[in-house]
Each structure stands twice: as C-alpha cells, then as structure tokens.
C-alpha cells in the first residue's frame, strides 16, 4: 500500500500542538503524518508574497496539499457597493495569497439572504463572483474558487446553490462542509446512505470533482436556525465520520478532509487511522 493515502487529511490552521506560524504549521503537519493544511485567513489577509512562497515551497517538498479560507467578511449577496467592494478585495487577498503558496482552493462563505429571496440572491451572488474572477484571472492567479455549503438557513449557500454555482461557474467549486450540510437539513446526516447520496448527486451532476473533492469535517452543536458550534469527533455523533470514510474507501473517492473539530490535528489524525486502517 502506498504511504500516501488517496484521501488527504489535515486541519484547519496551525496544528494545537505547534508553536509559530504557517510555515512551522507545515512542518508539524508533515510530522504527524498528516497531508494537508487548510492557511486560515478568516480575520484577514496579512501573508506576504515572500513569505506564502516559503511556505509553498517547503509545503511541496514535504507533500502537504495546501488549502485556504478566505475572510468571514463576506457577503457577495449584498445590495450596497461599499460590502460588495469589500468582498471582492477579501476573496482577491486570500487567492492571490494561496496562489503565491501554490495552494489549489480557497474557500469562502458566499453570503446572507437578508430580504432577497433564494433566486434573487443567487442571480446577485453569480453576477459579482464573474466580475471578481474577471480580476484574479488579468493578475495570473490560478486558485479554484471553494463555495462552502453553509451552516444556516439564513445562509446563500446550500448544498444545491453550491452546485449550482460550480455547473454554471467553471472556476467555483463546492466545498462540503458535512457538518452544516446536517445543520441546516440540507441532508439528515445518520448513516451510510446520506454520503452514498451526497457523492452520488456529486458525481451525477459534475462529474470527476468526486476525484479531487474539498471537504471540511466535524461533529457539531445546531438548533432549528442552524448550527451553534462545531464539537470534537465522539461528542454526539452528529454527523458521524466512520460511514464518510466506509462510503470514500469503498468508491476510490479522491480528495480532502480538512478537520474544523476543536481538536484539529487529533481529530484529523482519528479520521486517517480510520481511513487507512480500511484501504489496508
């Protein structure tokens, strides 16, 4: 068996276990055996060309898949110019910083409903992220755009709005956060044939993305409006990882899990004892 799993598990930011930055975040992930890591830009973008360099280029000498997610401080939905302007100058940071670091996706939250309906919202959402692309293309960037499935019913970006997005958008794909895909009732996550489900629409509707998926996992706290918090793996099994990693073993599934549990690397680490301990 290769020691390089098909399914890349790492966590999202710095390792708890790590001392210093990105860079020293690689080299931790590197040493626990884990295989990706997602750069979390959520407070803002304050990586240098110099530095994502560095961190790209030891990232691939020690075969770390890097990843990003762009700043909370968006809202491509929004009808004033001042919230569209700042979206668009967030999302253009956390490419061009992930494209620097050879990273693949940068993921993003794409907005808020607020008083549009779901249609209206979308038609908005899809108007500004064409004229963004527009930008990070004529700047050279080559990063894939991640639209996260999202957490809230009060949330653009549902499973279907995702994917509806990457069919019609050539540079946008979803990124499955299961987690919120449970909170919000997207799809009620307690068993194998929810995943079967989930990749199956997936392979259906565009096709060889079930070969390089970006996902994120956790457990997770929820109410009827959505999710509160994100728990460790163990804590009520909402939604549960063992049936993911059966359901990506048994269908030669690629891609990658980035762990959002509050025990990041440890979490990542369970969820990789699992997958291997399958494909052996």
Known sequence: MSSTPIIRFGPAGIPIQCEGGTLE???????????????????????????????GKTAKELDISL??????????????????????????????????????????????????????????AKGHLVELHEKIKAHGIKVVLGAETVGKPSQFGGFEEVVR????????????????????????????????????QLESRLGDYVQHFHSHFSEINYT??????????????????????????????????ICESPKLEYDALLMQKEYLMRKR
């Open 224 to 257: 009827a409006k959505g999710e509160r918090n994100h728990l460790p793996l163990g804590s009520n099994n909402e939604p549960p990882f063992k049936p993911l990693i059966k359901v990506l073993s048994e269908n030669g599934y690629s891609g990658t899990i």
């Open 67 to 124: 990843s990003s997610h762009a700043p909370y401080f968006i809202n491509f939905c929004s009808v004033e110019e001042k919230k569209i302007g700042l979206s668009k100058h967030n999302l253009f940071a956390a490419a061009q910083a992930t494209h620097w670091a050879g990273g693949r996706i940068t993921v993003f939250h794409p907005g808020f409903y607020q008083k549009l309906s779901k249609e209206e919202a979308y038609k908005i």
């Open 25 to 55: 975040g690689v080299n931790c992930c590197a040493e626990l055996g884990l295989r990706a890591m997602e750069m979390e830009f959520v407070q803002g973008v304050r990586m240098k060309e110099e530095q994502a360099i560095e961190v």
């Open 165 to 200: 997005l990457s069919e019609e958008l050539g540079f946008i794909e979803p990124v499955l956060d299961f987690s919120h895909l449970h909170a919000r009732r997207d799809f009620n996550i307690r068993d194998e044939s929810e995943y079967v489900e989930i990749f199956k």
